[in-house]
């Protein structure tokens, strides 16, 4: 079955940086685009950034562009999100997530566990 493990959250102070990390198996990794999602306290879901399958296309939300760096290493069935310049806005429970097409159409049919992001002095 599809399973994605997130890891890699924790407290960070702002301005500082995180990088996660999710882990998938149960299908082929190098098939489907892979994304990004948060939700902060008490808010709803954000997408944050996706990438295609290939790795050759991204995108970013506008509260993260420039700050936020999605990346893919097929051969070990990983996406990664580098957070810099990270502010307190950013604390949310950041969730993998997989999409159903190679390319990104900003919809997902899994979900991983979620890994918690705290940005605070």
């Known amino acids: 079955q599809v399973q994605l493990v997130e890891s890699g959250g924790g407290l960070a102070q702002p301005g500082g940086s995180l990088r996660l990390s999710c882990v998938a198996s149960?299908?082929?990794?190098?098939?489907?685009?892979m994304s990004w999602a948060r939700q902060a306290p008490g808010k709803g879901l954000e997408w944050v950034s996706s990438?295609?399958?290939?790795?050759?296309?991204?995108n970013y939300a506008d509260s993260v562009k420039g700050r936020f760096t999605i990346s893919r290493d097929n051969a070990k069935n990983t996406v990664y999100l580098q957070m810099n310049s990270l502010k307190p806005e950013d604390t949310a429970l950041y969730y993998c997530?997989?999409?159903?097409?190679?390319?990104?159409?900003?919809?997902?049919?899994?979900w991983g566990q979620g890994t918690q992001v705290t940005v605070s002095s």
């Open positions: 997530a997989k999409g159903p097409r190679w390319y990104d159409d900003k919809s997902a049919d899994y």
């Open positions: 149960g299908f082929i990794f190098s098939s489907y685009a």
């Open positions: 990438i295609y399958s290939d790795g050759s296309t991204t």
